[in-house]
């Protein structure tokens, strides 16, 4: 089975201050994990994705996310957060081996930023 | 390329009543899902499809049907609309192939009285 935990409802950050939002995840195989960003009254949109390769994975808007395979965690993070970072973000996770089943969300991470 | 688009945007139902969101897509995605979210509870997946003529229930599929007649096209159906099925319901895609990205609609606000 696959699962994704985001263990923080709200994230708290001050404008040019560094930000984190936790992931985790549990997979049978090798995991296909992705972030993706929602702002009020939108569709989700996607930040970035770790397929395979380098662990450290650059996405849209300055955001970054780091894979670490023995803590099964995939943290977005971005340097330097702005104001308009604040929204609702969403951490997911698919096996690479699961066939055709779709993508399992987390419940979601709201963050805000201020200024 | 309008990517996926959902109609109608926002619709306030009485409780018995029916009714048919249309999700359509126009990157010649095989896979096409939707979810409802609500507050606290994240994204839940309702129903799948995997290809044209296909479906498959997700995790609260319960109260809802679809059809993919279309390639492009998967409607989401609420035969006797209930005050629990208040929510914001996205639609996504994907092709299937390579990482299964999903690219999502901007949602229905459906209300039901």
């Known amino acids: 089975a696959q699962s994704v935990a985001q263990p923080e409802d709200q994230v708290n950050v001050a404008e040019g201050n560094p930000l984190t939002v936790k992931c985790t995840y549990s997979v049978s195989g090798n995991p296909y994990l992705f972030w993706y960003v929602q702002y009020p009254n939108r569709g989700l949109q996607f930040l970035l994705k770790?397929?395979?390769?380098?662990?450290l994975v650059k996405g849209s808007y300055g955001f970054e996310a780091e894979f670490n395979k023995s803590q099964t965690s995939f943290h977005l993070k971005k340097p330097s957060a702005l104001v308009s970072d604040s929204a609702l973000y969403f951490c997911?996770?698919?096996?690479?081996?699961?066939?055709?089943?779709?993508?399992?969300f987390g419940k979601g991470t709201r963050l805000s930023v201020i200024a | 390329n309008a990517g996926v688009t959902q109609t109608p945007k926002f619709r306030v139902l009485k409780t018995g009543q029916s009714m048919t969101l249309l999700c359509a897509q126009d990157?010649?995605?095989?896979?096409m899902y939707w979810y409802r979210q609500d507050p606290g509870m994240g994204l839940r997946l309702i129903h799948y499809?995997?290809?044209?003529?296909?479906?498959a229930k997700g995790e609260v599929p319960d109260g809802y049907n679809v059809s993919r007649l279309k390639k492009q096209n998967f409607l989401l159906g609420l035969e006797s609309a209930a005050p629990s099925q208040t929510s914001v319901y996205f639609c996504?895609?994907?092709?299937?192939?390579?990482?299964?990205?999903?690219?999502f609609g901007p949602g229905t606000r459906l209300t039901v009285t």
């Open positions: 499809s995997v290809g044209e003529g296909t479906t």
């Open positions: 990157m010649n995605h095989e896979y």
């Open positions: 997911a996770v698919r096996d690479m081996w699961s066939g055709n089943t779709p993508l399992v």
């Open positions: 996504a895609s994907s092709s299937g192939t390579d990482s299964y990205e999903q690219y």
């Open positions: 770790y397929i395979t390769g380098d662990n």
